[in-house]
């Protein structure tokens, strides 16, 4: 990682987080570090991103501060060592959960047998003081990670869910003595001690929290095993030898051989023999693709048949791999609107609990039946520890780390967050014809000589003028010549006029080739060519005029068939209840014929480049929320400004800057793949946020004793932690169903 990245953006991961309300105070925390531009902490994976010019130095410092801990995190990481650690944390909070429960499990059945100290009888103090010490060790064991979280988090004048069940669990075990050695005689003062309810709130928390990072591990699966693709050797071509060296050391420009069934390690450009690679692990495409000398070969990809050299031309960082991975990460550490306001609320959820707990003592303290001391203390106890908000700040950030998972897994690769939440309610579309609706490899299909000029001539002059155009039709003119072997000629004063064609001067003669209306502007008139065009045109190819010293020359036809499944995935977006729209440079003739065989209604044709943002924009002011899907080449703009730019990139073309979502496999068909995806993934988060409010706002009361004067209903405090512990595990499965529900 250079100096300048490191300064730019940088990963943390934050150790000792419990709930949303850490969330907020290490964000705050890590704001308050001057040169930090944005934060976003990310409760699901525990990790910051921290964007600005500052030093990693300081920002770990003011978390630490702040009562956590926290690492910068570098480069590749291993994901098999990451498992290794999430598998021995999950034991430990499992085998601390076993002893809390058989600790509680054992005081249970010697209160059945009437061996507990209990007030009031012959019996009650047996085992006085042992089962204090007893249930105090087994505290000390069990909860040593929520004590010092809480601890921590009083050093640093905060409360968060670890405070809530230190002062839970802490309270019911110093009650329970207190009550014994003082009370002891005075009868039925509490029907028990709450040792066992003290130890079986921790068996239930560490049983949650440990299944619940099982569950958050299954939730990374996906960036694990984009991580997993990066070989992590190469075999290099050095002085005609080949040897294996770690891949850090490949250089670019370097040769590098792959033979069958081999991963394919740094990106380049495939220079000797032939083969096809499995790009299904980056693309979602299950056909193997074709490589001959020239085509790019992707890092992670596996090889198939045959062995081949080629050119490393993207390392490290630049690979589509690492820079497909760096996507989903941020994607999945970016907050969607929903989630900020989901932390707002759990921020000020613990003292709002910490205070109704006081208030709950209080009035029952007060009102209460006799023992009012007993009933107070039960009653505010179970309100601490009912009302953990941990439910609430995993809500979004575990849903959208599955939901951006699961696209990358399919490939689209989702940039933003935002992108997430609005995809679902888009209302337009709107359709780059070229590359988009069509295959984007347009190709001659005919060529036609006028006023005196050969077919051969034609294509002389139009492919010597598109020989310094990139547009895709250029290519297309150009791979025409070089099958009919005619030699492109040198051209003077080249000017490419941009949605309409190219100029140039050969010979003092002046060479037009274009659209109609460039030649039309050069004065030529076309009347008596009309129907020849528009039959070309109606038949869906797009002619393109030759004109030399302003007389009309030729026509040079060429076909962009649709995709094969383009119409299916209009039509999939219609019954979405989707306006779709087409919009392209062509002529309308052509532009329509396309359309139709899309299935597409609304065309705008003739829509010069830098105007596709302005038709976006005016569909946004007609109240549509707007997705554009181009292939980022010159509908930059368009995709910038709609709601939710969709790029189609072909093949590992990731760094497309201006979409928020990249579609790797060209394929329309994604397309509403992300619309759904969207909607399922806010559908999942609200469910999340509903579960865990409801939950909380539902047994907040009864746990306070609000049932009580008319039911005669109390809340065993054991249940509340039996139901706490179940509310997260809940909202973890209830993500992970993302990953299996079909879009
Ligand atoms: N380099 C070129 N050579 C010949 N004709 C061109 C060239 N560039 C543009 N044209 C003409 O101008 C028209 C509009 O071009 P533009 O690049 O705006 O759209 P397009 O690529 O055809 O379609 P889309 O808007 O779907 O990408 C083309 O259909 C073509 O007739
Ligand atoms: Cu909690
Ligand atoms: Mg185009």
């Not at 031309?313 to 929903?338: C, F, M, W």
């Not at 029952?364 to 309100?383: C, H, K, N």
């Not at 939440?421 to 988009?436: E, F, H, I, M, Y």
């Not at 039709?473 to 492109?488: C, G, K």
């Amino acid at each position: 990682m250079s100096k300048e990245e490191t300064s730019n953006e940088l990963r943390l991961s934050i150790l000792g987080m419990s709930c949303a309300g850490c969330v907020s105070v290490v964000e705050s925390a890590l704001n308050g570090v001057p040169g930090v531009t944005e934060v976003s902490v990310n409760f699901a994976d525990h990790s910051a991103t921290v964007k600005g010019e500052t030093d990693p130095e300081r920002l770990i410092r003011a978390v630490k501060d702040a009562g956590y801990e926290a690492a910068v995190m570098e480069g590749f990481e291993n994901p098999a060592e990451q498992e290794e650690q999430e598998l021995a944390r999950y034991r430990i909070l499992l085998k601390k959960a076993a002893v809390a429960g058989g600790a509680g499990a054992l005081l249970m059945l010697l209160e059945m047998a009437n061996w507990l100290p209990d007030m009031g009888s012959a019996t009650g103090r047996w085992f006085w003081p042992e089962v204090a010490i007893l249930t105090l060790a087994v505290l000390v064991y069990s909860g040593a990670h929520i004590y010092r979280g809480a601890l921590k988090a009083l050093l640093s004048g905060q409360a968060n869910m670890d405070t809530l069940i230190a002062v839970g669990t802490g309270a019911a075990w110093l009650y329970s003595c207190i009550v014994i050695e003082y009370y002891g005689s005075l009868p039925s003062l509490a029907k028990h001690a709450y040792f066992e309810a003290a130890v079986v709130i921790l068996a239930f928390i560490n049983l949650g929290s440990g299944l619940e990072t099982r569950a958050r591990g299954k939730t990374s699966s996906a960036i694990r095993q984009l991580i997993g693709l990066q070989p992590r050797t190469a075999r290099v071509v050095r002085n005609g030898a080949e040897l294996d060296v770690p891949i850090e050391e490949v250089g670019l420009g370097e040769t590098l051989r792959v033979r069958p069934g081999e991963k394919i390690a740094v990106d380049g450009v495939l220079i000797e023999g032939h083969s096809s690679v499995d790009e299904s692990m980056l693309t979602g495409e299950p056909m193997p693709a074709e490589k001959i000398e020239g085509s790019t070969v992707a890092a992670g990809t596996i090889n198939q048949s045959g062995s081949f050299l080629f050119k490393a031309t993207r390392i490290g960082r630049d690979t589509a791999l690492a820079q497909i991975i760096h996507s989903v990460r941020q994607a999945q550490n970016s907050k969607p609107e929903i989630a900020r306001l989901a932390d707002r609320v759990s921020a000020v959820f613990v003292p709002a609990v910490i205070g109704l707990a006081v208030f709950t003592f209080l009035v029952w303290y007060g009102f209460g039946p006799e023992p009012s001391l007993g009933y107070a203390f039960v009653t505010s106890m179970t309100v601490l520890v009912i009302a953990c908000p941990c439910a609430l700040g995993l809500a979004t950030p575990i849903s959208v780390m599955v939901s951006v998972g699961k696209a990358a897994q399919t490939g689209i690769l989702i940039r933003q967050g935002d992108a997430l939440q609005t995809a679902g309610k888009l209302t337009c579309l709107v359709l780059d014809k070229t590359g988009t609706v069509t295959q984007g490899k347009p190709k001659v299909v005919s060529i036609e000589g006028a006023g005196g000029f050969s077919e051969t001539e034609v294509l002389q002059l139009a492919s010597s003028l598109e020989a310094g155009s990139e547009h895709p039709l250029a290519a297309a003119v150009l791979t025409a010549a070089r099958e009919h072997a005619v030699q492109p000629k040198k051209m003077a004063q080249f000017k490419a006029i941009t949605g309409h064609g190219v100029e140039a001067t050969q010979d003092g003669r002046r060479v037009v080739f274009g659209n109609r209306a460039l030649l039309e502007k050069e004065g030529i008139d076309l009347a008596s060519h009309q129907d020849n065009l528009a039959r070309l045109s109606a038949e869906g190819k797009t002619p393109m005029l030759l004109a030399v010293d302003r007389q009309f020359a030729g026509i040079v036809a060429v076909a962009d068939p649709i995709k094969p499944d383009s119409a299916a995935a209009v039509q999939r977006l219609r019954n979405l209840g989707i306006r779709v729209l087409m919009v392209t440079g062509d002529n309308p003739i052509t532009a329509r014929a396309i359309a139709r065989e899309a299935g597409i209604a609304e065309v705008r044709a003739q829509v010069l480049p830098q105007d596709k943002a302005a038709v976006v924009r005016e569909l946004q002011a007609q109240g549509e929320t707007v997705g554009m899907v181009g292939d980022g080449i010159n509908d930059a703009p368009a995709l910038a400004q709609a709601d939710v730019g969709l790029a189609i990139g072909t093949g590992t073309d990731v760094a497309i800057e201006s979409a928020d979502v990249v579609i790797l496999q060209g394929s329309l068909m994604k397309v509403p793949e992300v619309i759904r995806l969207s909607q399922l993934t806010v559908a999942n988060i609200k469910q999340n946020l509903f579960g865990a409010f409801f939950y909380n706002t539902i047994s907040i009361p009864v746990a306070a004793g609000l049932l009580y004067p008319f039911a005669g209903i109390l809340l065993n405090p054991m249940i509340a932690g039996a139901a706490m512990a179940m509310s997260s595990l809940t909202v973890v499965s209830n993500a992970n169903r993302l990953r299996w529900q079909k879009l």
